[in-house]
């Protein structure tokens, strides 16, 4: 498949590690121009997703670096109190999370917008958790489901821009090890690769999906497909 992706400007978020790592790799492995904004060292940028005045100047930096945008991946994401029961959770616990992956996504495309070129195109970083949930997991769950209402409400209020998000089962990230440590390496679970996730992520970024907008890609190896007819 052709992606047509060489020469874009492509701004990453959260890609100093993990998915959004992945996601730089492989828009640069097609020819496209990446910057990375991310908190952390390893950043082109660095500035935090939460904090909008640093986003838009941060966003500004780069759209100005490249002359303007054509693809915007948010890749940002925290998984908050992973195991927590939910006596446990606090507001603050909650608010920090839907900060990071539902407010610093809605950040992001509001300060790219006015550098994306007509036909350009957006992919967030859902989950499965939007669609499926694991105990001890209410906060993320909840930010994750946001996250597909977000692109579909982006999709419509952006004409022009192709908003959608992809929807990963487990990943193995520095994020998933830190949470979930070795059961990643069970046979008996199925884990993708970030690469595995990029490339998804390149797919709704690239024309090559040209019909595809205010969609979430649930990839889960099929596990949310299953009936609970005993058959
Ligand atoms: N790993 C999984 O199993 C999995 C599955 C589905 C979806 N996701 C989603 O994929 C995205 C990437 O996750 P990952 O597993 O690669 O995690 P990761 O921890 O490896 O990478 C996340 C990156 O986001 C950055 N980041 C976090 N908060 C930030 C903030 N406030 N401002 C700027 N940068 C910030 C971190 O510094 C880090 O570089 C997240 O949105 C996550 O929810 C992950």
């Known amino acids: 498949m052709r992606t047509d992706l060489a020469g874009k400007a492509v701004v990453v978020t959260g890609g100093a590690s993990g998915i959004g790592l992945a996601c ?30 640093a986003l838009a100047a941060a966003v500004e930096t780069v759209a ?34 839907l900060a990071v992956n539902v407010t610093g996504q809605l950040l992001l495309v509001k ?21 499926t949930a694991a105990p001890g997991m209410v906060p993320y769950c909840a930010s994750k489901g946001a996250v597909v209402a977000l ?30 440590g070795d059961v990643l390496d069970d046979p008996a679970f199925p884990v993708q690769a970030a690469a595995d996730v990029a490339r998804q992520v390149l797919f709704l970024a690239s024309p090559a999906s040209r019909p595809v907008n205010g969609q979430a890609l649930l990839a889960d190896f099929g596990l949310s497909a299953r009936s609970a007819f005993p058959a």
Not at 65 to 94: H, K, M, Q, Y
Not at 111 to 131: E, I, K, N, Q
Not at 166 to 178: F, G
């Open 151 to 180: 692109t579909r409400a982006l999709a419509v209020e952006l004409p022009g821009i192709r908003v959608n998000c992809v929807c990963p089962s487990v990943v193995d990230t520095p994020m998933a090890r830190a949470d979930l």
């Open 24 to 53: 730089a790799r492989a828009f640069r492995a097609e020819g496209a121009r990446v910057a990375v904004i991310d908190r952390a060292p390893g950043a082109d940028v660095r500035a935090d997703v939460t904090d909008e005045a």
């Open 111 to 131: 300060h790219a917008r006015p550098w994306l070129a007509d036909g350009g195109a957006v992919v967030l970083l859902g989950s499965d958790s939007a669609f």
């Open 64 to 97: 100005r670096g490249f002359g303007g945008l054509d693809v915007v991946v948010g890749c940002a994401g925290i998984s908050g109190p992973i195991g927590t029961p939910l006596a446990a959770i606090t507001a603050a616990d909650v608010a920090a999370v």
